[in-house]
T-cell receptor
Framework: AQTVTQSQPEMSVQEAETVTLSCTYD???????LFWYKQPPSRQMILVIR??????QNATENRFSVNFQKAAKSFSLKISDSQLGDAAMYFC???????????FGTGTRLQVFP | GAGVSQSPSNKVTEKGKDVELRCDPI?????LYWYRQSLGQGLEFLIY????????KSGLPSDRFSAERTGGSVSTLTIQRTQQEDSAVYLC??????????????FGPGTRLTVL
């Protein structure tokens, strides 16, 4: 079975600084997708970034980028120029290529200080 | 366009009562998912529907839980004889499809269920 591990329950960063959230996963599959979701206090899960396992290039969305290390099964999220609005729970998620359900990590709570 | 909506936003019920939670997916999305988010168990998959295929019910924790999707759109998650351990936030998500590049799941705001 696939598993997703987020080893940092909480992280904090100063506004305008950079922070990296860690995620590792375990799978024997070759076709899969990885996601980072943000969950603010409003509860709504918002997709931050996605990565297809077959793509070697790391995904980037504005201030958010990932470091995808397929051999190490690592998928970290880097947030540059952190803003107060980035404060939220961040979940790493895995999805098999052929099946729809997401498998989530336990989340990392990010605090941003002015 | 409108996102995924869920109702009610909050539901308080007494142990032993039945509850129904509703999800309206994004129009045109063929795949619909239910997840449960609780302090003890984190985010768990419950069930998903893909078009007219038989739903994947592998995540339902007991036979007290059931879900249906009528007309390929609205879905209802029903919990019978609620127990205190059912207290959680129930999240619904939808996507254009369940595989490939159209698989991005968009989530609703969730229903917070409290069982007294």
């Amino acid at each position: 079975a696939q598993t997703v591990t987020q080893s940092q329950p909480e992280m904090s960063v100063q506004e305008a600084e950079t922070v990296t959230l860690s995620c590792t996963y375990d799978t024997s599959e070759s076709d899969y997708y990885l996601f980072w979701y943000k969950q603010p206090p409003s509860r709504q899960m918002i997709l931050v970034i996605r990565q297809e396992a077959y793509k070697q290039q790391n995904a980037t969305e504005n201030r958010f980028s990932v470091n995808f290390q397929k051999a190490a099964k690592s998928f970290s999220l880097k947030i540059s120029d952190s803003q107060l609005g980035d404060a939220a729970m961040y979940f790493c998620a895995y999805r098999s290529g052929g099946f729809g359900k997401l498998i989530f990590g336990t989340g990392t709570r990010l605090q941003v200080f002015p | 366009g409108a996102g995924v909506s869920q109702s009610p936003s909050n539901k308080v019920t007494e142990k032993g009562k039945d509850v129904e939670l509703r999800c309206d997916p994004i129009s045109g999305h063929t795949a619909l998912y239910w997840y449960r988010q609780s302090l003890g168990q984190g985010l768990e998959f419950l069930i998903y529907f893909q078009g007219n295929s038989a739903p994947d019910k592998s995540g339902l924790p007991s036979d007290r839980f059931s879900a249906e999707r009528t007309g390929g759109s609205v879905s209802t998650l029903t919990i019978q004889r609620t127990q205190q351990e059912d207290s959680a936030v129930y999240l619904c998500a939808s996507s254009l499809a369940s595989s490939g590049n159209t698989d991005t799941q968009y989530f609703g705001p969730g229903t917070r269920l409290t069982v007294l």
